[in-house]
């Protein structure tokens, strides 16, 4: 017989062994394959992030020459046309419009007394190539004072006008945007100094890129509150604002003079999210999206430095590099329930503009997807990291997939209030909005340890470069999405639920 302290000692080894085998990852690879995915990985985010391309920024020759590679690698690994138009085969266009400000001019008259506002106390925007708006005694125009308020309770007797409102931190856009629908023909916004003003021209300053189709007739000014009160006298500024703070305030005309100019420069072009396709052998059952933004920022480094491209490695040559290896993985394996799209979407970082125009016009009807899976920045964290699950409590039963079989690969969930912060700042947000279910899962956001550092350092800068990627947490990525993919992609595995029904 064994004796009591032996058969301890050899309880111990075997709840040590049963432990080990329990966390030992089930999609484990012998290292000479990991070594063969890492270098499919590597060759992918060489060529989308090399200098060559630029930084790949939409609208320019890197963009297209991203494009371009991005549908040769679908077409070498085996994937069809996911854009069901027999007339496009793998491109989904996205109409896009560049604008930069260039000049602007500000006047405001009181009586016979006419006042050009300096640069250092305006600042005046519009999308278009040229606006002008005009308003106060005589000309029909009247100038309208609203307060903090957005106009709403004059309703259809503020089209034409020109609003003139308080600035109110974090409601001005909302504002703005209320009164350009009630057809304010220009909004001033009255900021309290020249800071604030300062903060204004650094954001709109800047060249903006929106999608077409959004593009708003819009003609918006800015005033420091010291400016205005020049013009129009001190007291009456002062009796205005507190009026404004009455609950009982309404909007009121004043009897100011105005004219509001502002030139841009402008560019329309095509861009486009290029979508492939793993055909399923159950036709109707539903389909599976994977998603990753091809584009970058192009040249963004300091003027004057040595090195100025934005080769974007990490973010996000390395999502389509997982893209594309995903794909010829899952085409090589055993067949695949429903279809499965992978599509490299452009203008993620302009404001999620290409899955916006996806989401409109979708090649698939939405409904029917009953998963999407975007792979963004992937590339920075080791080997065994947590799982960042960006996305988490918007689909229960896609949640439950997701948290077995992290579990069962052995691994564990990371800091989920960090995940939780990067919700709206990727493309799957756009989906989450349509009510697909979509998720980020990523060892990059699992830990503040692993994430902060790239972000100080790399994220947006010259120096996510190709040679600096960490493909250890990227592989083990890439084998969790293979497994629960092919899950998904079962309807007896994974039944679609009511409201995603093809």
């Not at 005033?223 to 009982?248: F, H, M, P, Q, Y």
Request: with cysteine; aromatic share 4%.
């Amino acid at each position: 017989m064994i004796g009591a302290r032996a058969a301890l000692l050899m309880a111990v080894l075997v709840s040590l062994m049963l432990t080990a085998c329990a966390r030992a990852p089930v999609a484990s690879l012998p290292a000479d394959e990991r070594s063969a995915i890492a270098a499919r990985l590597r060759a992918d985010i060489a060529v989308l992030a090399g200098d060559d391309l630029m930084g790949r920024k939409p609208g320019t020759p890197g963009g297209q020459a991203a494009s371009d590679y991005i549908e040769q690698r679908m077409t070498e690994i085996g994937l069809v046309s996911g854009t069901n138009d027999p007339g496009s085969y793998w491109r989904l266009p996205v109409d896009l419009l560049a604008t930069r400000p260039e000049g602007a001019t500000l006047t405001l008259g009181k009586g016979r007394r006419a006042v050009v506002i300096a640069d250092r106390d305006a600042a005046v925007f519009t999308p278009r190539r040229r606006a002008l708006a005009i308003g106060g005694p005589g000309t029909g125009v009247p100038v309208v004072f609203v307060g903090n308020g957005d106009g709403s309770v004059l309703g259809d007797a503020l089209a034409g006008a020109v609003a003139v409102m308080l600035a109110d931190p974090g409601r001005d856009a909302a504002r703005r945007d209320a009164l350009f629908r009630q057809q304010a023909t220009a909004v001033v916004t009255v900021l309290p100094d020249a800071a604030a003003l300062a903060e204004v021209r650094r954001t709109e300053n800047r060249p903006q890129l929106q999608l077409a189709a959004d593009e708003q007739d819009t003609l918006a000014a800015y005033i420091t509150d010291e400016a205005l009160a020049g013009v129009i006298g001190a007291r009456r500024w002062s009796n205005l604002k507190r009026e404004a703070a009455l609950a009982d305030f309404a909007p009121l005309e004043l009897n100011l003079a105005i004219s509001i100019e502002a030139t841009s420069d402008r560019r329309e072009f095509a861009s486009q999210n290029i979508i492939g396709m793993i055909p399923g052998s159950q036709p109707g059952s539903g389909a599976v999206l994977l998603l990753a933004h091809w584009d970058h920022l192009g040249e963004c480094g300091a003027p004057g430095a040595i090195d100025r491209i934005c080769n974007g490695a990490a973010d996000n040559a390395s999502g389509v590099a997982m893209l594309l290896e995903l794909g010829r993985r899952l085409k090589q394996g055993p067949a695949l329930g429903r279809d499965v799209y992978f599509l490299a979407t452009t203008a993620e970082e302009d404001g999620l503009l290409g899955i916006r125009a996806f989401v409109r016009n979708p090649p698939v009807p939405l409904a029917s997807i009953v998963a999407a899976f975007n792979l963004d920045m992937m590339a920075v964290a080791p080997a065994a990291s947590p799982v960042g699950f960006i996305g988490r409590g918007q689909a229960p039963q896609l949640d439950a997939v997701i948290l077995d079989g992290i579990t069962a690969s052995g691994r564990a969930v990371g800091d989920q209030a960090l995940a939780d912060s990067f919700l709206q700042r990727q493309d799957g947000w756009a989906l989450v909005q349509a009510g697909v279910p979509s998720v980020l899962l990523s060892t990059s956001y699992g830990s503040r340890a692993v994430l902060d550092p790239f972000l100080q350092t790399r994220y947006h800068q010259p120096s996510d470069e190709a040679d600096r990627i960490e493909l250890g947490g990227a592989i083990d990525d890439l084998l969790l999405h293979e497994t629960i993919i092919r899950q998904i992609a079962d309807p007896a595995s994974y039944p679609a639920s009511a409201e995603a029904r093809p």
